[in-house]
């Protein structure tokens, strides 16, 4: 059983920066891969971002390149997404998720074994 518990967000202007952290019961260099997913109400939960444990490979949605940052903290067992020049359209509830032995999509949510309870974005003047 993997536990995931995510913090760091909160209400941001636009153009601001959050930080979340997502914090591993376990290794995270023993994961396949951690992702970063969002829920807009609404919609479908969608990958944002993802680090592949091996090599440290990293994959961005298009519409966060350039703005959000994944990274690690191996001695922590934590994976944070550094989220800067936040939009209005950011805003949405913020999951981490752990592929345990693969993914063929790295976006796709079911390719994900455990997720943590989530954290809210709202992004907002």
């Known amino acids: 059983q993997v536990q995931l518990v995510e913090s760091g967000g909160g209400l941001v202007q636009p153009g601001g920066s959050l930080r979340l952290s997502c914090a591993a019961s376990g290794s995270t260099s023993d994961y396949y891969a951690i992702g970063w997913f969002h829920q807009a109400p609404g919609k479908e939960r969608e990958g944002v971002s993802c680090m592949r444990s091996s090599d440290g490979r990293t994959y961005y949605a298009d519409s966060v390149k350039g703005r959000f940052s994944i990274s690690r903290d191996n001695d922590k067992n934590t994976v944070y997404l550094q989220m800067d020049f936040l939009k209005p359209e950011d805003t949405a509830i913020y999951y981490c998720?752990?592929?345990?032995?693969?993914?063929?999509?790295?976006?796709?949510?079911?390719?994900?074994?455990?997720w943590g309870q989530g954290t809210q974005v709202t992004v907002s003047s």
């Open positions: 998720a752990v592929a345990l032995h693969g993914f063929n999509l790295w976006y796709r949510a079911r390719e994900y074994d455990y």
